[in-house]
């Protein structure tokens, strides 16, 4: 999977379109809510923070349409409900088996969403297909509010109209669309301009990814702790348009959420109000209910990634292999790994140890590791410093 839109993880906003809301709450103990598999690392696009690094060609030791198969019967053996399965890349619809694995999942009653590459492969002929293959949620990647940006991080000329059109065709196949924005420095400031593009178009979730050093990320700047901080505050109020948000790699946004909900005010610095003031601007006050989601899930804590050669991952960006499910059952990996049942304890160190919103938000566990080589580490992106002595949530 990529850091990118193509391969970005479709997470609550995903659910919500499923569900429309109404799942089962579900035991993250026992089962994710969402199963990332990278299908195939081949993609025809090389855009600068990809998490994968992904290739033209699919690498050696891919999982073959039979192993495929076979990972879904194990995503099904999590019972119900059913984890959702989204299939990511590099890009997914180089998989020649893509519908064939699709229709396995739908005969196990298993919702599947994809997340392709825009290349000229999704055509309006692939998009109709995609649309009668019973797909719950599309997610498609864009950086920029114009051209200038998302084509300089693509790396592709006229990828930004080719990302528009694509956006407008599912949303016209009737297919719930989810857009995937990674924040880096290069496109923070235009953050609210890329809102009202969204806004425009009818999409029905906004997942904004915030940078972890991982893959060609590691080429990236990252954007400073209380500059994530003004991010998520310009989120929640993102949220008040008509559209999902939902953040990855930055559970910090359910405590600014936490804090907005409670009557909190945003911070008066310089991105925040810059943000949410052209926000404002371009599309009036917001007055719609927030529909900034909050679900308790992290990396190993309700999602789970496989990667292309079927190695488990506590999710796309923690690069920490848990075993195989060419060898073990992805069930017997999620419920039983001592990694993954010391995030989902919530036993971190540093703040995120001590935090009140430790169960609730638990920092990026791909970044702690990232920065530190601990996943259990504090998140380094959070510029929040709870009370030691206050007792958790
Ligand atoms: S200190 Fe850690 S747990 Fe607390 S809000 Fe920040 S990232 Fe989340």
Redesign the pocket.
């Known amino acids: 999977m990529r850091q990118d839109l193509p391969a970005a993880p479709i997470q609550e906003a995903t659910v919500t379109a499923i569900s429309n809301g109404a799942r089962s709450p579900v035991d993250f103990s026992e089962r994710p809510m969402l199963v990332f598999w990278e299908t195939t690392r081949a993609c025809p696009l090389a855009c600068r923070h990809c998490r994968a690094s992904a290739q033209p060609r699919a690498l050696p030791g891919e999982l073959g349409p039979a192993e495929g198969y076979r990972l879904i019967d194990q995503v099904a053996g999590f019972g119900r409900p059913h984890p959702i399965l989204v299939l990511t890349g590099g890009d997914c619809l180089l998989r020649p088996d893509l519908f064939g694995l699709i229709g396995h999942a739908q005969s196990a009653a298993i919702p599947v969403a994809l997340s392709p590459s825009v290349s000229p492969l999704l055509d309006r002929r692939m998009i109709g297909r995609i649309a009668a293959s019973g797909v719950k949620a599309v997610s498609v990647s864009l950086d920029g509010a114009s051209p200038g940006t998302h084509d300089r991080v693509r790396g592709i000329p006229g990828h930004f109209g080719s990302t528009v059109q694509a956006i407008r065709a599912l949303v016209d196949a009737g297919l719930p669309v989810q857009v995937n924005t990674t924040v880096m420095g290069a496109n923070a400031g235009e953050l609210a301009r890329i809102a009202a593009l969204l806004e425009h178009l009818s999409v029905h979730a906004w997942e904004v990814f915030f940078l972890v050093q991982t893959g060609r990320g590691s080429a990236e700047g990252a954007v400073t702790p209380a500059e994530h901080d003004d991010i998520c505050h310009f989120l929640y109020d993102a949220s008040q348009y008509g559209f999902v948000v939902r953040t990855v790699e930055a ?2 946004f359910r ?1 600014v959420v936490a804090a907005r909900r409670a009557g909190g005010a945003p911070p008066q610095r310089p991105l925040y109000t810059a943000l949410s003031g052209e926000l404002a601007k371009l599309l009036g006050t917001g007055a719609r209910r927030p529909r900034a989601h909050t679900a308790a899930t992290r990396d190993g804590k309700g999602i789970i990634f496989i990667g292309h050669n079927g190695d488990v991952f506590p999710a796309g960006f923690l690069p920490l292999a848990l075993g195989n499910v060419r060898h073990q059952p992805l069930a017997r990996i999620y419920r039983e790994n001592p990694l993954l049942t010391a995030i989902r304890a919530a036993r971190f160190g540093g ?2 140890g001590y ?1 009140p ?2 169960d609730l ?3 990026s566990r791909a970044r702690a590791y990232a920065a530190t080589s601990d996943p259990l580490a ?2 380094p992106a ?1 510029p ?1 410093e ?1 009370d030691q002595a206050a007792p958790r949530s």
Do not use: H
């Open positions: 559970p910090f405590r703040r995120c935090c919103y430790a938000c638990g920092g504090e998140d959070c929040f709870p």
